[in-house]
């Protein structure tokens, strides 16, 4: 049986994760003290507190066939750390990244994203001779 099935990043869980607080996707029969072992065996980390909630399913209706289903509940873990250890999955990275070229030319690379929610990579190089600054953009696709 597959305890812990993923981690929830959004952006309420990643302001609990600042604050030793991760949010996990957990099997329906998991346990509290099931839950806690598993996430300290994966992660190596030493949990202090689980908190478990039961997620119901929502009705939907689909308007093409005038229909309502409704779909699939699961169960969420809030799972508390001790103060000083932290997960790799929720940390965020860095926003601004600053590269250097063949010829020794610094750039930096700002990170964006589009209304898609696709990330954009924006490369801007400074001015070699006065001229005009020229920059170049790179779309890397998927989250």
Do not use: C, H, W
């Not at 689909?62 to 409704?70: D, G, I």
């Not at 590269?99 to 924006?122: A, N």
């Amino acid at each position: 049986m597959i305890i812990l099935k993923r981690p929830i990043i959004s952006e309420k869980s990643m302001k609990l994760a600042q604050n030793g607080l991760y949010t996990f996707e957990v099997d329906r029969e998991a346990t509290k003290p099931l839950i806690a072992k598993k996430v300290s065996e994966k992660f190596n980390v030493k949990v202090l507190k689980v908190r478990v909630i039961n997620i119901k399913g929502k009705m939907k209706s689909q308007r093409k066939v005038k229909k309502v289903y409704q779909t699939g509940g699961y169960k969420k873990a809030i799972v508390q750390v001790k103060k000083g250890d932290k997960i790799a999955v929720f940390e965020t990275p860095k926003e601004e990244a600053t590269v250097t070229t063949v010829e020794g030319e610094p750039i930096k690379l700002k990170e964006k994203k589009d209304i898609l929610g696709r990330t954009k990579v924006k490369v801007e190089k400074t001015p070699q001779f006065g001229g005009a600054p020229t920059t170049q953009r790179k779309v890397i696709t998927g989250k």
